[in-house]
């Protein structure tokens, strides 16, 4: 089976709900102990952009994020996400561990990331193409 990188299943649970969040951690809860070592907490980020011309760096603002640290078979876990949503960001750190800790269940973990991943892309792509009958071709308004 496809190994999946940490940016990858980063991004996929940051743009899961809480509640598939959750039920990912709760595959590894089951059968492995979960200690917290930074319990999820909120915190400011601050945003880095960069600006299109100079190609300069510069700081956008801050946002409020939340993060969490977990421990699994004595393998850290980490997750930082916008907003503040404590059980997300927990039941992430716990799927960062268990993926860290090479636990036999990342292969379950990594099959449902996958479908989580498919059936986002599906919604996106409808969501685009729902927007784009709405764009407007200006250069075409004045020809009649």
């Given at each position: ?10 991004r ?8 598939q ?13 979960v ?8 915190t400011l980020?601050?945003i ?12 956008l603002?801050e ?6 640290m977990v421990?699994?078979?004595?393998s850290t ?6 907003g503040?949503?404590?059980?997300k ?8 561990a268990a ?5 036999p ?5 990594t099959?449902?990331l996958?479908e989580?991943?498919r ?6 792509m409808?969501r ?9 071709e200006f ?6």
């Amino acid at each position: 089976m496809m190994k999946l990188s940490r940016r990858e299943y980063s991004r996929i649970l940051a743009a899961a709900d809480r509640e598939q969040a959750r039920a990912l951690s709760e595959l590894i809860m089951r059968t492995h102990r979960v200690r917290s070592l930074r319990p999820a907490q909120k915190t400011l980020a601050m945003i880095q952009m960069r600006e299109p011309v100079s190609a300069s760096l510069f700081y956008l603002g801050e946002a409020l994020c939340c993060e969490c640290m977990v421990e699994v078979e004595r393998s850290t876990g980490f997750s930082v996400m916008m907003g503040d949503d404590f059980e997300k960001v927990t039941a992430a750190a716990v799927v960062d561990a268990a993926f860290a800790a090479g636990v036999p269940e990342t292969e379950e973990l990594t099959k449902r990331l996958l479908e989580m991943d498919r059936a986002q892309k599906a919604a996106r792509m409808h969501r685009n193409s729902e927007i784009i009958k709405s764009k407007v071709e200006f250069s075409a308004m004045g020809e009649g």
